[in-house]
């Protein structure tokens, strides 16, 4: 399956996503099968700065352009593809990216959920073939039909709608899914996915992929808070959490505001 990369940040920032994404990436055909393709969406504000290839992250020149020139931004939805449904393609490629009230909506997806295309859309609205981006669809659907006028105020009332349409279009298969508009990320675990929160006092990390120890007050504010979402931790922090299946975290501004359980 695929694998899944989000952080959240108090203060836009590009140290933090340069180190963890060099070992995010060496799974895409490195020390990871997931080859076929990768993405990312870096927000500034509304707008998701989105990059993708439908190749290996690992030797990838524009990955590591994005490594070498790191681009600042508070909000970051990650993946590297390993296929199941669609061929490796660029319309297949995650994070899939629609406009919702005004804003970008990034979406990547870990898992299958194989009966997923025989829920109708009311619009033509996918590219690809794969049953992550007709999920993402259905689920924009859902969320039109309950904020048909405006964007959803308060996060976490939005927390509790996607856990409850994920809770129902989970009985199908796996869904684990990162979900960004700009301001918050909701990170839904369907069997496997984990979570570190960095803060003051900063210690050392070293990236689970690559023998690269760096120490975070050097590249991290005083003041900040950051939280890493992953399908595996890509850090030998002993502070990670794994979520039980059925979870979702409400994350914003570098802080975990909200889990919802089963």
Partial sequence: MCELLGIASSIATDFDFSFTFKGFSMRGGQTGPHADGWGVSLYEGPFARTFLEPRPAYGSALARFLRDNPIHASLVVAHVRKMTMGQAAIENTHPFLRVFHHRHISFAHNGTLPNIHKIPLAYESTVGTTDS???????????????PHEYPKDPLELGRRLFDIANQLGEDGVLNFLFADGEYLYAR??????????KAPFGEATLVDTDVTVHLADMLDPEQRVVVVATEPVTREAEWQKASPGTLWVIGHGELLETFRN
């Fill in 133 to 147: 981006e007709h999920t993402f669809c259905v689920m924009l659907e859902k969320l039109h039909k309950a904020y």
């Fill in 189 to 198: 675990c369907g069997d496997n996915l984990s979570l570190i929160t960095r």
